[in-house]
């Protein structure tokens, strides 16, 4: 089936640095990609569809010059947390598009990433 | 996508059925249902999906009425792994995105 890789797994950064979070669709290509954010005990939170070739659509309320998103190819996007806060801290998930119907998700296996 | 309800949270002992009911009153005609489920620290994963009446597959069973303003998953004898979040989403399958609700966070007893 379509798997989607999402690296790294978990991250700590110093507040005031860059994170780069990478998406990778191993079995096939994706157009599109999303990103989400998901804080504790809460639900995802989309944050931004990231479109090959072409800028990503923010979801309202997400900075965009704070999270950089690159989807270079048709297998990779990335998100880079620009000027990392404690409040950044959160989980981090992708998923793709593998087909039609929602069952065509796949989603990555999430980034924690803690902001200190 | 139409709004969802679901009960926050509910507790079940191994071997169990388990029935987590989701409200969609403003499903439109084009909508289908889907249900993920998520473990924690990790991202949702596809679970069953239906229009209409009755879907089954080998992990659930997915009810509708026929007004589908609701839908049932059933869960058949829950062992302590089904312990996750379930979402319910209502949307067209050609949507570009999906939103998620509450979920509901199944908790098994041994």
């Known amino acids: 089936g379509a798997v989607v890789s999402q690296h790294p797994s978990r991250v700590i950064c110093k507040s005031g640095t860059s994170v780069k979070i990478e998406c990778r669709s191993l079995d096939f290509q994706a157009t599109t990609m999303f990103w989400y954010r998901q804080f504790p005990k809460q639900s995802l939170m989309l944050m931004a569809t990231s479109n090959e070739g072409s800028k990503a659509t923010y979801e309202q309320g997400v900075e965009k010059d704070k999270f950089l998103i690159n989807h270079a190819s048709l297998t990779l996007s990335t998100l880079t947390v620009t000027s990392a806060h404690p409040e950044d801290s959160s989980f981090y998930i992708c998923s793709a598009r593998a087909g039609q119907g929602f069952y065509g998700y796949t989603f990555g296996s999430g980034t924690r990433l803690t902001v200190v | 996508l139409a709004k969802t309800t679901q009960p926050i949270s509910m507790d079940s002992y191994e071997g169990q059925e388990v029935n987590i009911t989701c409200s969609h009153n403003n499903i439109a005609t084009n909508d289908y249902i889907t249900w993920y489920q998520q473990f924690p620290s990790q991202g949702p994963r596809f679970i069953i999906q239906g229009y209409k009446t009755k879907v089954t597959n080998e992990v659930a069973s997915l009810f509708i009425p026929a007004d589908r303003k609701s839908s049932t998953l059933s869960l058949p004898r829950v062992s302590l792994s089904d312990t996750a979040v379930y979402y319910c989403?209502?949307?067209?399958?050609?949507?570009?995105?999906?939103?998620f609700g509450t979920g509901t966070r199944l908790t098994v007893i041994p």
């Open positions: 989403l209502v949307g067209q399958t050609g949507a570009n995105n999906l939103f």
